[in-house]
């Protein structure tokens, strides 16, 4: 079954605020990854993580691995329409080789 | 340019029909995935194939059959399609090992709908 819990569900903001978003499970995991999927769309990945305390962005994004390296969160800010999607963490536990486990996502919806 | 493509982007076929999903990949990975993603949009993985080879099988029908022609290609070949059957498929590609190992690419999916 899933074993990485992913908050929240879902989000509805509006334009220019910031969004958190966070991953956690009992397992260590060796990577962090956090993909954006749009409708009829597949993922596409917007940051990999790859060491415990690890701190990266992308542009107005950023994610952070977590010391534990059992969780992670993503953070965007000031959004914008086009943020609008579905929000997934990932990463391969530390025994499961290139297996990937997937969070159950978070829907963003950014109103103008 | 595209990285990970997957044909065709929707399929409606009926009950008990065979039908074949294919991908292709240009990015030089060894490793390919097919992924099934519900209407709870759940990414489950069902299958991994390595140089060809198969590394993961999860719990998945065996009329689910995958075929890996070379490493740039893993087809998704369904028998006796069942309505459970509809949801999206999608390919992804990535290094089995070294930098970024981890990270998977994926395709745009595959959206079977099963009548």
């Known amino acids: 079954g899933q074993q990485l819990n992913q908050s929240p569900q879902s989000m509805f903001i509006q334009e220019g605020e910031d969004v958190s978003m966070n991953c956690t499970s009992s397992?260590?995991?060796?990577?962090w990854l956090w993909y954006k999927q749009e409708p009829g769309e597949g993922p596409v990945l917007l940051i990999a993580?790859?060491?415990?305390?690890e701190l990266t962005s992308n542009g107005r994004l950023t994610a952070q691995f977590g010391i534990t390296r059992k969780d992670s969160f993503l953070n965007i800010s000031a959004s914008i329409p086009s943020d609008v999607g579905i929000y997934f963490c990932?990463?391969?536990?530390?025994?499961?080789?290139?297996?990937?486990?997937f969070g159950e996502g978070t829907q963003l919806t950014v109103n103008p | 340019d595209t990285a990970v493509s997957q044909t065709p982007k929707y399929l409606v076929t009926q009950m008990g029909n065979d039908k074949s999903i294919k991908c292709e990949q240009n990015?030089?990975?060894?490793?390919m995935y097919w992924y099934k993603q519900d209407s709870k949009k759940f990414l489950k993985i069902m299958f991994s194939?390595?140089?060809?080879?198969?590394?993961i099988n999860e719990t998945v029908p065996n009329r689910f059959s995958p075929k890996s022609p070379d490493k740039a290609h893993l087809n998704l070949h369904i028998n006796s399609l069942e309505l459970g059957d509809s949801a999206v498929y999608f390919c992804?590609?990535?290094?089995?090992?070294?930098?970024?190992?981890?990270?998977?690419?994926f395709g745009p999916g595959t959206r079977l709908t099963v009548t």
């Open positions: 992804a590609s990535s290094r089995r090992r070294g930098t970024r190992g981890g990270e998977q690419y």
């Open positions: 990015l030089g990975h060894d490793t």
């Open positions: 990932a990463g391969p536990k530390e025994t499961s080789g290139s297996r990937l486990t």
């Open positions: 194939y390595n140089n060809k080879e198969l590394i």
């Open positions: 993580l790859y060491k415990a305390g």
């Open positions: 397992s260590i995991f060796n990577t």
